[in-house]
């Protein structure tokens, strides 16, 4: 008997039989994330560090030539702290060192309660000059570079505009997923809708704990990044989906409901656009990476959040968003089998009206009631009729010759002969 040879496996890796591990991994950098945010919130009172477009106040960028104090960030902070603060008060102040630049950054508070912008311009200009005059004096030559001015009015319509922009996005984007990938027999549409939509907030998600790990300002460059890897990671997700579709029109509908089939129609379709996937990512972040080396804060801030946001994306287009489809679309069929096999109650048929013993059927009638009456109509197709036409006789001449036919085969019967221009067949 010869040996059983064992298929190889035609991918490098499974992908749709190890969903559980990719959804793991997604969850625990998430919980990771949430338990950082909470950190966060007990020892700062905030969970991120918002930026002054949301919260109002006053930031400063300066320029140390021709080098930052101090031999590593936490020991530059320390010294930066140390000499501005004999000038102003900053007690409440967030500083951060872009060592690439040789800058600083200082966010305070000033600012966010004047009642009026005038006011609010004056009192960040007087602490950016005071700031500066301090940095200068003990470290040489030290230059504002950037100055922002930010009033709560304006940082809490901001807030609301930001909210309002993520969720108008993301109900889009499932529309847009509805209408172009209503396939029967795989959701109907809605299933693709909403697995994108599920991958696009894990991409906000991770984005938004990794600020909190890093302590990047959530600001205005935050919520651009946000929305640039929300379209990045949809592109990426729909060259699957689209070909997802491809391969499903090759197969019938009834293949189509079946999981055999549906898994292995994704893992092929994931597998196929794998490529592209990955050259896309790699080449978008290669110039973000050149940008958050060598850019300004504000461009490093930007560049920053998009390299995170796109490797975020790849990660939900690849492992999670076809995964997921199937998970939903194995749940939406149990619930429909269940739903196929709950006992249904059947609505009591009205009790017919009864007619004496020995009433024939009316002309034309579908119902009738059985005599004596009864409670469930019978309904019939055949139509009334009269009683049956006796048939004529046939001539003797006739029924002889019919007779002697009857002997030979179906086949190869004569027609029948015409008399008076008459068949002697009645239809």
């Keep these: 008997m010869a040996a059983e040879t064992k298929t190889k496996y035609p991918y490098p890796f499974p992908i749709v039989p190890r969903t559980a591990l990719w959804f793991g991994i997604a969850i625990v950098m998430i919980l990771a994330g949430l338990g950082k945010m909470a950190y966060n919130k007990s020892t700062t009172g905030s969970a991120l560090a ?16 021709p080098e930052l104090p101090g031999d590593n960030a936490p020991d530059t902070i320390a010294q930066v702290r140390e000499a501005a603060g004999a000038a102003v008060d900053l007690s409440g102040a967030a500083i951060q ?11 305070t508070s000033t600012g ?10 004056q009192q960040a200009a007087t602490e950016g000059a005071a700031i500066e005059s301090a940095l200068a004096a003990k470290f040489g030559n030290v230059e504002m570079v950037q100055h922002e001015l930010v009033g709560p009015v304006i940082g809490e319509m901001l807030r609301k505009q930001a909210i309002l922009a993520l969720i108008l996005g993301t109900l889009l984007i499932m529309i847009y997923v509805y209408i172009r990938y209503n396939i029967a027999g795989l959701g109907g549409g809605w299933l693709f809708g909403l697995s994108a939509a599920i991958t696009v907030i894990h991409d906000a998600i991770i984005l938004t704990l990794v600020y909190a790990f890093t302590g990047h300002d959530v600001d205005t460059t935050y919520i651009a990044s946000l929305l640039t890897v929300i379209g990045f990671s949809m592109q990426d997700t729909v060259v699957i989906y689209d070909r997802i579709r491809e391969n499903l029109r090759k197969l019938d509908p009834l293949q189509r409901r079946q999981k055999v089939h549906l898994e292995a129609v994704v893992e092929a379709s994931v597998w196929q656009t794998m490529g592209r996937s ?5 080449t978008t972040i ?22 995170v946001g796109m490797l975020a994306g790849a990660y939900s287009s690849i492992f999670l968003a076809a995964p997921l489809l199937l998970k939903m679309q194995e749940a939406a069929g149990r619930r ?8 249904r109650i059947e609505r009591p048929v009205r009790a017919a009206r009864s007619t004496p013993a ?3 059927l009316v002309r034309g009638s579908r119902s009738t009631t059985p005599a004596g009456g009864g409670a469930f109509p019978v309904v019939t197709s055949e139509k009334p009729t009269d009683a049956p036409r006796p048939k004529p006789a046939a001539p003797a001449a006739d029924a002889d010759e019919e007779a ?3 002997d030979q085969p179906a086949a190869r019967r004569k027609p029948a002969s015409r008399k008076g221009g008459r068949s002697k067949r009645r239809y």
Aim: charged share 15%.
């Design 358 to 360: 020995g009433a024939g």
């Design 50 to 65: 918002w930026g002054i477009d949301f919260t109002g106040g006053a930031a400063y960028v300066y320029t140390f030539d």
């Design 404 to 406: 002697g036919s009857a």
């Design 286 to 307: 290669a110039p973000l990476l050149l940008l958050a080396l060598m850019g300004g804060v504000g461009i490093r801030n930007f560049a920053f959040a998009m390299m």
């Design 97 to 107: 060192v872009f060592p690439q630049g040789n800058q600083v950054q200082i966010r």
């Design 336 to 343: 429909a089998a269940a739903r196929d096999d709950a006992p």
């Design 278 to 282: 990955i050259i896309t990512t790699l």
């Design 112 to 121: 966010s309660e004047a009642k009026d912008t005038t006011t609010a311009s």
